[in-house]
């Protein structure tokens, strides 16, 4: 080697560092904030030891939108936008909820039809939530097979919500007080389809990865987290449940009707990200299972509530009639007439207890609008899961906790 | 694979005669390595355009290419906040030329709804942007139908563009050096 | 799933513990809300966190209100506390002026407040007593106001295309 290359090489911060690692001292490394290994914006620079990592520190806020002051500008019928991008995998879980919220708030009574509608569109979300992340899992312990089975399904998804209100990802679906519309004879067809092929290709992806031994040495002990701590952290969701606290707040709260149907809340053991897998599995499966029984259950009515301040009225009406008149004229202004008081309402998103913090003050617009978000909350305990791990088991970790950027940075 | 069509070429006996400069621009557009730069709901569309059913591996472009060295195009999938902008410039400024840029999405053209405080209205307010897919988010349809606007402008890319003056003005615009000069 | 506890109950308890702290308790939608003294805040969440009947000791959510007419007590902070085993929700609030907006800390309870309390410090400015890494989280550092204040605009204006005329401003 001449010695200009060998000065060159000198001055190179980074040989330095490589050099330290080597004498077992500590290097820094930047995973993020655009990192190959991360599936969105996060930054975590770690300290490690070779492949241990001591110890880390996060950056978020990469996606920071401002919801929660963009929601005190808008009328309480275009916040379903914002809820949207809140968790963008599972957009209509977050539209429902809101909406929800504005219903205790109103004082609305929703006929039944609507609640069981709104429960298989809850479950449709959760599973095309659950299907991102469990597919991810695979393609970060080198399975990519399984993303490919498995986003042909979530296209299916995507097709019988487009059925239903016309969107894909940000559905902006449903109504305050409802649905715009009855499911259509097409959705059914295409919902019965999709419960009928849907099980077998997700047994199929069950198989190549649940039981595997590479995938189970690769994942077990992952990342894991105790009960204890995950409280202490406000964990809620899959990931609580996968360090063994039975919480849902299906079940503990029940919402549009949850408690008319027979399902399991699954549990982990050791909070790792075999169990986070295993969980969200498992509910995929209960999801399932809801959704058949609502469909059979299915009463007969309306699919939405006597709400005209919410609903725009049909074209002919609001052309011949005074009062439909007025309800489209307050409905597009945003002028609708809501009472002052505080509510919370909360739902089981895909990640966990959804809630919406809600203080009006009579006003056109909401006065304050909090969003309990999950990821943000549950993020929080990320280097504490990695440190003694390897640097690939805390990308495994990341995927298996499923932050969502939206979700994360408000 | 997408096909050849704009190539002309002269066939003899045991050789082809064609211009250098087409064949290696119908070369380039038929294997874009892209640089998803995936941030929100847009990348969630994104993904699935690459999954199974979409698949832009038919278009010569499966090799994600995460290290911008190696990258052609740049997919701006998602809101760029104000934090985020130094990054994507920086990101922008580490790809070797030529490059492209794919603006993915209403928030990553224009900012979309979040006229908010924190959020860059537009990422043409750091780096050139070659096309703009609109939508909030874009239908996979919509992402292909711009990557294939983007294999025409590859197509139509002539060997000394990227060394010409008017380009270096456009670049001086956003205070970027053109790279490899 | 119903609840094992009734807000007559709890008031009773806390009152019976905090007598005077407790400045007011309603149930708005059935959700018991209290207001406590400013400074009573971290005893009353750490006593409810280890008190044998309540278990309130789940940190559900925190955050902050700004009300800009209320002269003196301009901030809230928001915690809302949960008690899994008893299935029971707990709203309670503090007010602090404009001019010195600091409470304490409940790190030290509930290690999940963390990221909230920072959350509130970078909207509001209600900086925490105690806490242990008290920065700007979602938003740049070099920020120089917190845009959760009412008086502060949604827009930073840098769009030209906006005619306000067309949006009826």
């Known amino acids: 080697m001449s010695t200009w290359e060998e000065e060159k090489i000198h001055d190179d911060a980074t040989y330095e560092s490589s050099l330290d690692t080597i004498d077992g001292s500590i290097a820094t490394l930047n995973l993020g904030p655009t990192h190959p290994a991360t599936h969105g914006i996060f930054q975590n620079v770690l300290k490690v030891d070779g492949e241990k990592i001591l110890g880390s520190e996060q950056t978020i806020g990469y996606i920071h939108r401002a919801f929660e002051k963009l929601a005190e500008r808008r009328p309480y019928n275009q916040i379903t936008t914002i809820t949207d991008r809140l968790n963008y995998c599972s957009s209509p879980i977050n539209n429902i909820g809101w909406h929800m919220t504005v219903e205790k708030l109103i004082g609305a009574e929703i006929p039944k039809r609507a609640q069981y509608m709104r429960v298989i569109i809850m479950e449709l979300a959760r599973i095309s939530d659950h299907l991102v992340c469990n597919a991810v899992i695979g393609v970060d312990t080198g399975a990519l097979t399984g993303f490919t089975y498995l986003f042909q399904q979530r296209e299916k998804i995507y097709d019988l919500f487009e059925e239903v209100c016309g969107a894909r990802l940000t559905t902006n679906m449903g109504r305050i007080g409802g649905f715009e519309r009855d499911f259509s004879p097409a959705f059914n067809e295409k919902l019965e389809a999709f419960l009928r092929d849907f099980p077998k290709v997700f047994n199929e992806f069950d198989t190549l990865l649940s039981r595997n031994r590479i995938f189970m040495d690769r994942t077990r002990g992952a990342g894991p987290i105790s009960a204890e701590r995950a409280l202490e952290y406000s964990f809620t969701g899959p990931n609580l449940r996968a360090a063994g606290v039975d919480y849902d707040v299906r079940v503990m709260e029940p919402y549009c009707s949850y408690e008319d149907f027979d399902f399991v809340v699954p549990v982990g053991t050791t909070g790792d990200t075999y169990d986070r897998f295993q969980v969200r599995q498992e509910e995929i499966r209960q999801s399932i299972r809801i959704i058949e029984q609502a469909l059979a259950k299915m009463p007969e009515g309306s699919y939405k509530a006597d709400l005209p301040e919410f609903y725009l009225p049909p074209k002919e009406e609001v052309y011949n009639n005074m009062e439909a008149l007025i309800y489209h004229f307050k409905i597009v202004m945003g002028e609708t007439p809501i009472p002052a008081g505080e509510v919370y309402h909360c739902v089981e998103g895909g990640n966990g207890e959804l809630g919406f913090y809600l203080i009006s003050d009579g006003g056109r617009t909401p006065y304050r609008l909090q969003f309990r978000r999950p990821c943000f909350i549950y993020y929080q305990a990320y280097p504490e899961m990695i440190t003694g791990s390897s640097i690939s088991d805390a990308v495994l970790t990341l995927s298996s906790m499923n932050v969502i950027a939206g979700e994360l940075d408000a | ?181 | 799933m119903a609840s094992k506890l009734t807000n007559e109950a709890v008031i009773e308890r806390i009152k019976s513990q905090f007598g005077s702290d407790i400045l007011s308790a309603e149930t708005p939608y059935d959700f018991l809300t209290i207001e406590v003294q400013a400074n009573k805040q971290h005893e009353i969440i750490e006593w409810l966190k280890k008190d044998e009947i309540l278990k309130i000791s789940f940190l559900t959510n925190l955050g902050g209100v700004h009300y800009p007419e209320q002269v003196g007590r301009e901030f809230a902070v928001v915690y809302h506390l949960q008690s899994m085993t008893n299935n029971f929700r707990l709203r309670l609030k503090i007010y602090v002026s404009k001019e010195n907006p600091e409470v304490d800390t409940i790190v030290d309870l509930h290690t999940g407040a963390n990221w909230m309390e920072r959350e509130t410090f970078d909207f509001f400015g209600i900086t925490f007593k105690g806490h242990p890494n008290l920065v700007r989280i979602l938003n740049e550092d070099s920020m120089d106001y917190f845009p959760m204040r009412k008086e502060y605009h949604l827009e930073d204006g840098t769009r030209e295309d906006k005619d306000d005329r067309f949006f009826g401003r």
């Open chain 2, 1 to 181: 694979m997408g096909k050849i069509e704009d190539l002309e070429v002269f066939n003899g006996e045991g050789y082809q005669l064609s211009r250098l400069d087409k064949v290696i621009a119908a070369a380039r557009a038929n294997s874009v390595w892209p640089l998803p730069f995936a941030t929100s709901c847009c990348g969630i569309e994104y993904m699935g355009s690459m999954g199974s059913n979409y698949d832009v591996a038919r278009f010569g472009m499966e090799r994600m290419s995460f290290s911008p060295r190696q990258a052609d195009l740049l997919i701006v999938a998602g809101t760029i906040s104000k934090k985020l902008a130094p990054i994507l410039k920086q990101v922008y400024e580490q790809m070797s030329e030529p490059k492209w840029v794919l603006s993915v999405g209403a928030c990553a053209s224009s900012g979309g709804i979040f006229d908010t405080y924190s959020v860059l209205q537009g990422i043409d307010r750091v780096i050139p942007v070659d096309v703009y897919v609109p939508g909030c988010p874009p239908r996979p349809e919509q992402i292909i139908d711009g990557i294939m606007k983007i294999h025409e402008l590859v197509k139509h890319e002539g060997m000394r563009n990227r060394y010409s003056d008017e380009y270096k003005a456009k670049l001086d615009k956003y205070n970027i050096e053109v790279n490899g000069k």
